[in-house]
């Protein structure tokens, strides 16, 4: 760690890593609630919120970390303003606090969500986006701060690198997103046309902008490739990731009442779409394979399976189902579970977990530390992912087939064809829960256990 403002990083991975645990506990309840609907207190449409926002929460706040480590290094300058972060860190937590409470009070006493001032006191009711209006404008406000505190730190020290230009680019083009759902219209077709504006163009388009960046400085730290070499791989997959990302949006335009040229629109460029993946996968390959000397083998593992994991979940998983003529049958079902399941965890959960293992153990100044827990919670996620995501595709295929062929209802297949795969889902989301106390365990003590002597050269590496 180069800079002393770079540990404001830690107490934002400290509040990610905390409710990453708290989403999969609460995705536990909702799997088991798929088998037993009456297993615990809160219902399962509350649980399914908790579980989805604090997904997006946690990674936002990751990336907040990421970026508060990433700024100075790249300025060469300390940040801006350290009160300033410190402020804008604890007002997130308290908004974000404040809101799942709220939803837990709603659970309880679905009276309480009552119209104030012409919106709704505790949730909004849109999908992904449940959070009230007031929680809304904090949330902006936090971002604001984010922004302004990371701009004026590049201004000040006049120094502009791609990677940093490239990260603050993806983080205004993600609060510009969040717009969107920030007004409603009585049209539900138009409502739709601009709610997935916030929801497809903040994972399929500003967060893999934000991911080209990460992955370019990872690349760079760990393996000490020059800057100009993962810089310009960069700008080509951030080129392809807003070609194909934006116009892709159309595949979410299919059914919802839009005009028809949108089905070639979206079937085009969602084909398109895992190329720029594709594209990373490579350039992490490339690298690793052309400079050996790593400094970080561990966080070099992850980084290098984000890049894999991103094309095979958001890309592959993607593309299987994003077309015209087979999404008409598979639109809504599990299939569409099973590639956000894999999507999220290879797109972005090891995005942050990577930059965690990357600059924590430099702001906590471990020179070495035991990188069995963080190989061994790796396994453990990914093996049990792996085996959610083919159950979750094998309820979908039986769903496609069951609700839109044969004609049954959606509780008759769910209860009678798909109870196996719902018990499977629950045991192997046992397995990736492990896993990811493992990774808590691990963030806690990293650099705080003794450690056994090892040599500090870095070491040859084949990753």
Partial sequence: MRYESQKIAQNFYTFAVLLFLVQVLVGIIAALQFIWPDFFPLKFNIIRDLHINALVVWLLMGLMGATYYVVPEESQSELWS?????????????????????YIWMGFDPQ?????????LLNEGREYIEAPRWADWLIALSVILFLLNNFMTMYKSK?????QGTLLGGLTFLALMYLPGMFYSKSMVKDQYWWWWVIHLWVEGAWEVIAGALL????????????????RWMYIEVALVLFTGILGTGHHYYWIGTPRYWLWVGGIFSALEPIPLLVMVWDAFRTTRTHRVVSNRLGLFYATSHAIFNFVGAGLWGVIHTLPQVNKWTHGTQITTAHGHLAFYGAYVLLVMSMIYITLPLIR?????????????????????????????????????????????????KANYNLWFWIFRAIFGLGFLYGVTLFVIDFFKLGREPVEAVATEPSETTV
Avoid at 159 to 163: C, D, E, K
Avoid at 369 to 388: A, H, K, V
């Fill in 159 to 163: 120094r502009w690198t791609g990677i």
């Fill in 112 to 120: 309480a969500n009552k119209f104030i001032a012409g919106t709704l």
């Fill in 216 to 231: 370019a400085f990872m690349l760079m730290k760990v393996t000490n490739v020059e800057r100009h070499v993962v810089e």
């Fill in 365 to 413: 100044g471990a020179e070495n530390f035991n990188t069995s827990r963080g190989y061994r919670s790796f396994w453990w996620m990914t093996i049990s992912m792996i085996f959610i995501v083919l159950t979750l595709t094998g309820a979908g295929m039986v769903q496609t087939y069951m609700e839109r062929l044969v004609g049954l209802d959606y509780v008759t297949v």
């Fill in 82 to 102: 350290i009160p300033l972060a410190k402020f804008q860190f604890w007002a997130t937590v308290v908004a974000v606090t404040a809101v799942v409470l709220g």
